[in-house]
């Protein structure tokens, strides 16, 4: 019985044992991972982490925000974009995972998944996009932290009692926020010794105070006689007896003697770090600060691993910065250095900082978050470079005027990496290169960078400065965006020393755009001096005078300022530069055989007249010859013969119908040697054949040589062509460049294809 009893009481005890050690409730749940939501044009630099998770919204593509580099981006990229681009998103948005890495000093430039991201020369930092999808057991930030464009300063009103509630912060690593209480305790009692305030807690110059972080030791004292707009008041040591009406300093924290480092340490300080003792205080300056109930204002300081002495010697040591204004100018702090200053009322919220003796620093952007200085104008996206005379008849005075030309145009127009580039090279008997366009990323330092250039001297050799760059400095290598046009601005004192015709016409023929500015020109008599009569006129690809600028005097300069800036930041009047409807050389290889018929002859002569009203036609420009052809062929337009678009297309109406067979292969041989081989070397070659029928001789092994010669062929087939023969003329892929139409009539519904992909081959072939 007791045996049984002892049985049932272990047992009852086991069962107990083993209900009271199961958990209560269901398995602890991981943390969900909460994922925030950022705009299209939120870029990397502008959040402030290392690594975090954001989900784009759709439809990012269309925004067209700018993204720089391939693969790795700047961080003045938009993040969806660049996700785009990457292939780790579509257009329809989600997660993406950004990391961010050290800056590079080339960024390529790419067109992908319909994203074009362009080149930049060089930039502070990088990132790089990944899926979505962090790996287990990683929790990202679920909000991101923004870094502020500009300080923020409130004013200050009417102190009150507040507590400081608790702040959430979030690290900048992958982790889970916490949330730190605060504490109250009551002053210490009432003592001789001369109280020690937080100096260390005082961060900005904005006329409130920072509010307290959570956990820290600062405390709120209960009542303050502080008239309206009081921050911060200078008194004198508290009496041995206290009284709620008799101080207004802060007692909360005892005096701790501190002694001051040997050699000032900044927060860049790579040795030993003290633990952040909230009790550091400043050496003893006869004076304290009480603290005062003030609106917050944002910390500079964001760095967790730098203790709070060495915060407060480096913001009021030494090391007081030089404060910016408005216009990125420096200004040279009063000098207070001295411990003691003159003692303070009251704090009035128009009163200069530096004048009340409070050493104040203005908020700056921190190290880790680089910030742009400045974008540039986005409706002047150009590649601009400056041709200098640095010739000796120009004299040190004149040079030093032309100086400071280009740095008031370097101020007006506004660089930087979204809007014009600017670079400067400057010319004697030999060009040389003082600034490339990859060299600096807003105006300051390009103005400062001309203060630093001198004289070389020598002859104004024009001409070989703009083949120079022509073959040197419009490079990929030498900061050339690809996408922005090409302008050259050329000073010349009076006439250059050599001729600039030929120079001028292969700069233009790849793409440049050059503007002459001419100072005290060659008057009646100076003329016959001239090494080229009408060299402006020669040199420029209009002579409507939008791309000349003649000045009558070097002290007549600077009224040139705004009228040059304004033609060169016109880039729908940039008609110089290499587009797909201005740089390529057209031969219509046409059939003229006895099935095509007098009335479809002529619907075909319709067909090339469209395709040629598409495009910019000059000697300069694009320009379009015809070959037709039976058993035998006839030359009926050559290269450069009409060089107005005008007179072309009445010369292609006025094609006359041969009638014959059909050798479709001796025509091609026949219009690469009489249009081709006179092709220029800069124009992009395209052949465009049309038949009804198949060809009585071979075709494959002339369009071999007209591929293996660079020239891009289209075949248009109508009625009877032979499909085989006409994948065999056109280039590849034969699906983009060969077309097949049941009748004539049907014609003109491929031009708006062919245009297209004309163009879309020239945009997707790098430049120069």
């Known amino acids: ?72 981006f700047a961080s003045i990229s938009s993040i969806c974009n660049a996700a785009i681009h990457s292939g780790v998103l579509t257009n329809t948005g989600g997660k993406v995972i950004v990391r961010k890495m050290a800056g590079q000093n080339i960024y390529k430039g790419s067109n992908s998944n319909g994203v074009r991201s362009l080149s930049l020369p060089k930039w502070r930092e990088s990132f790089v996009v ?29 102190a ?73 008041n200078r008194v004198q040591p508290a009496p041995p007896e206290r009284t709620p009406t008799m101080s207004q300093s802060n007692p909360a924290f005892p005096r701790r003697e501190w002694a001051p480092p040997s050699s000032p340490r900044p927060d860049w300080f790579p040795g030993a770090r003290h633990p952040a003792d909230v009790s550091y205080a400043a050496p003893d ?45 420096r200004k040279v702090p009063l000098d207070t250095t001295q411990t003691r200053v003159k003692p303070v009322d009251v704090w009035k919220p128009d009163t200069n900082p530096y004048e009340s003796g409070f050493n104040a620093r203005q908020q700056e952007p921190g190290p880790r978050a680089p ?6 104008d986005p409706n002047c996206m150009v590649d601009l470079a400056f041709l200098m005379d640095g010739s000796w008849s120009i004299g040190k005075r004149r040079f030093q005027i032309q100086k400071d030309f280009l740095s008031e145009v370097a101020q007006v ?19 040389v290169t003082e600034i490339s366009l990859r060299s600096y990323s807003n ?162 002569l319709q067909f090339v007249a469209n395709i040629t009203q598409e495009f910019e036609i000059s000697d300069t420009d694009t320009r379009v010859g015809a070959v037709q052809y039976t058993y035998e062929q006839r030359l009926e337009l050559g290269f450069g013969q009409y060089n107005t678009k005008a007179e072309l297309l009445n010369a292609i109406k006025r094609i006359n119908y041969w009638s014959g067979g059909t050798s479709t292969g001796a025509a091609i041989t026949f219009a690469a040697e009489q249009l081709f081989s006179k092709s220029k070397p800069n124009k992009r070659k395209i052949m465009i054949v049309i038949t009804d029928g198949r060809s009585y001789d071979d075709v494959r092994v002339p369009a071999l040589a007209v591929h293996s010669q660079g020239v891009i062929a289209y075949s248009i087939g109508i009625a009877w062509a032979a499909n085989d023969e006409l994948e065999y003329i056109a280039t590849d892929p034969d699906k983009e460049h060969s077309f097949f139409v049941d009748e004539f009539d049907n014609l003109y519904k491929f031009v708006p294809k062919i245009i297209h992909n004309i163009c879309q081959e020239f945009n997707s072939q790098p430049r120069n």
């Open 130 to 158: 990944s899926v979505g999808k962090p790996k287990k057991g990683v929790i990202y930030p679920s909000t991101l932290d923004y870094v502020p464009s500009r300080p923020t300063y409130v004013k200050p009103t009417l």
């Open 1 to 72: 019985m007791i045996r049984s009893s002892l049985a049932a009481i272990f047992l009852a005890l086991l069962l107990f044992c083993a209900c009271w050690a199961k958990p209560n409730g269901s398995k602890t749940k991981k943390p969900k991972q909460v994922v925030p939501t950022i705009d299209c044009d939120v870029r990397a630099g502008k959040i402030n982490l290392p690594e975090f998770i954001a989900k784009c919204p759709a439809q990012c593509k269309e925004t067209k925000q700018q993204v720089y580099g391939t693969g790795v």
């Open 443 to 604: 105006s300051r330092e390009v103005k400062s960078a001309i203060e630093k250039i001198g004289q070389k001297g020598g002859l104004s050799n024009v001409g070989k400065a703009l083949s120079y760059i022509n073959k040197h400095y419009f490079s990929d290598a030498n900061g050339n965006r690809g996408a922005a046009p090409n302008v050259a601005v050329v000073l010349v004192d009076g006439w250059p020393t050599d001729k600039v015709e030929e120079a001028s016409r292969l700069a233009r023929e790849s793409g440049i755009n050059i503007f002459f500015v001419t100072i005290e020109g060659a008057d009646d008599n100076e003329k016959q001096n001239l090494v080229e009569t009408n060299f402006v006129d020669k040199a420029v690809c209009r002579t409507n005078g939008f791309f000349s600028l003649p000045v009558t005097s070097w002290f007549a300069l600077r009224k040139a300022v705004q009228p040059l800036v304004k033609r060169v930041c016109d880039t729908d009047r940039l008609v110089c530069s290499k587009t797909c409807v201005n740089a390529n050389d057209i031969a219509f290889v046409i059939d003229g055989s006895s099935s095509v018929g007098t009335g479809n002859f002529r619907t075909v």
């Open 285 to 329: 300056s006869g004076y304290t600060w009480s603290e005062t109930d003030t609106p917050e204002i944002t910390a500079r300081d964001h760095r967790p691993d730098i203790s709070e002495y060495e915060r407060w010697f480096y913001n009021f040591g030494p090391y007081l910065p030089r404060s910016t204004d408005a216009e990125g100018n």
């Open 413 to 431: 127009i506004s660089v930087g990496v979204a809007g014009p580039m600017m670079g400067i090279i400057q010319y004697g008997d030999e060009p």
């Open 160 to 232: 009150t009692t507040t507590t400081p509630e608790p702040t959430t912060t979030t690290t900048p690593e992958p982790t889970t926020t916490t949330q730190a209480p605060t504490t109250t305790t009551t002053p210490p009692p009432p003592t001789t010794t001369r109280p020690r305030a937080a100096v260390h807690k005082v961060r900005d110059a904005g006329p409130g105070l920072r509010r307290p972080e959570a956990g820290s030791p600062i405390r709120r004292q209960p009542s303050s006689p502080v008239g309206p707009g009081t921050a911060f």
């Open 371 to 376: 910030e742009l200085v400045s974008q540039g």
